[in-house]
């Protein structure tokens, strides 16, 4: 069972259980964005190569309980911010997918949580940051994830959750979908 740490708080809902619930995947160039999705998709198994996200990438995920998903992948690259708006109108859960292996990333990602953070259309929507590669030589914990981009505080008023991501481990990205699912259904209570 891959570990997940986080706190409640936060506000409304749009979705009444006919429609898939919108996710957008964001974070650094590299994170592990669109590996977590195909993950979803494919199984982590059957990933044999993954290109950089030119704009975005969006696919229909179903979970082991059948709930359905519409998924957006979005790209890691700064230039690419401004074009992305569009993609966040009416997003019901958040995952900021960050690399524990790359020092710079973790930097990167701050940038991306305030940008988040102040976006609106975003106001409110429940947040999973996933701690991807936490199991590498030299990566940061979970636990100095949370310290670094001050989620405690910064994610206080809306529901949030740090998973761990850990190489290879199909468990670990279904609990990412899984916990994310109940982050959207407690901000629908
Ligand atoms: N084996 C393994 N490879 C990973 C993992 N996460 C990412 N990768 C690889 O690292 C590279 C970058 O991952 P992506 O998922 O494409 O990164 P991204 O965050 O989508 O990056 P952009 O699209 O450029 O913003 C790819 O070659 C992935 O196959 C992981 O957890 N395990
Ligand atoms: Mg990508």
Known sequence: MGQCYGSQGGKFPLNDGSSPIKIIITGPSLAGKSYLMYSWVLGVKNIIAIKPTDLFNVEHVTSGTGKKFIVYDLSGAPNMRP???PFYEATQGIVLVVNCADKASIDEAKKDLDQLLGTVELSGVPMLVAANRVDSPDAVSCDDIKSKLDLESKLSSRKWKICNLTEGSQEDVDDVLRELD????????
């Open 182 to 189: 109940m982050l959207v259904q407690h901000q629908k209570q």
């Open 83 to 85: 074009r992305q708006r």
